[in-house]
T-cell receptor, first 116, second 115 residues
């Protein structure tokens, strides 16, 4: 167990709808990263939140957005859902210090999103 | 941009054998980190081992060790005395130092340990 939790576990939505996924970071961590893992693929980086601001972003369109709260928990919002958004969404928490060192990311169990 | 390549989609070995999973990567960074993660059917991504690129010594964690060849940009994972619980998808990943770019993952290797 990593101490990172995600909700919900599974979700079914219809094309065009909006969805919000939630993540609680491990105690002592200040950074949350989100990843999309399509079936049979490795995870792809969506974005990272540090001190309540987006700190880095992968190659995902603006309809993927997020928030981080003062307690370092985070939300991933996806608008105008498409069939290709069906995937496992993973969040990972870590601790950034702003320097050159990279902390290890610890993952939650994921949310399986199905778009019909 | 970083890329990670895992050329073995699936491997199968007998319990107690030693197995090596291959990974190559490409980066223009001097400060970077390499990781192996394990993802069992439960889906939770679990850290197996971490290597700082500036360290020449290969990382080890109990039965898991890496062969880090910086010049060749190779980062293989060796699992000794394999156990049934090692059956999982194994992902190699890299990350730029500082961490804001997130992890770059390979496509994974499905490792099956046979009884």
């Amino acid at each position: 167990e990593t101490g990172v939790t995600q909700s919900p576990t599974h979700l079914i939505k219809t094309r065009g709808q909006q969805v919000t996924l939630r993540c609680s970071s491990q105690s002592g961590h200040n950074t949350v990263s989100w990843y999309q893992q399509a079936l049979g693929q490795g995870p792809q980086f969506i974005f990272q939140y540090y001190r309540e601001e987006e700190n880095g972003r992968g190659n995902f369109p603006p309809r993927f957005s997020g928030l981080q709260f003062p307690n370092y928990s985070s939300e991933l919002n996806v608008n105008a859902l498409e069939l290709d958004d069906s995937a496992l969404y993973l969040c990972a928490s870590s601790s950034l210090t702003g320097g050159p060192r990279t902390d290890t990311q610890y993952f939650g169990p994921g949310t399986r999103l199905t778009v019909l | 941009a970083q890329t990670v390549t895992q050329s073995q989609p699936e491997m199968s070995v007998q319990e107690a054998e030693t197995v090596t999973l291959s990974c190559t990567y490409d980066t223009s960074e001097n400060n970077y980190y390499l990781f192996w993660y394990k993802q069992p059917p439960s889906r939770q991504m679990i850290l197996v081992i971490r290597q700082e690129a500036y360290k020449q010594q290969n990382a080890t964690e109990n039965r898991f060790s890496v062969n880090f060849q910086k010049a060749a940009k190779s980062f293989s994972l060796k699992i000794s005395d394999s156990q049934l619980g090692d059956t999982a998808m194994y992902f190699c990943a890299s990350q730029r130092g500082g961490g804001a770019d997130g992890l770059t993952f390979g496509k994974g290797t499905h490792l099956i340990i046979q009884p």
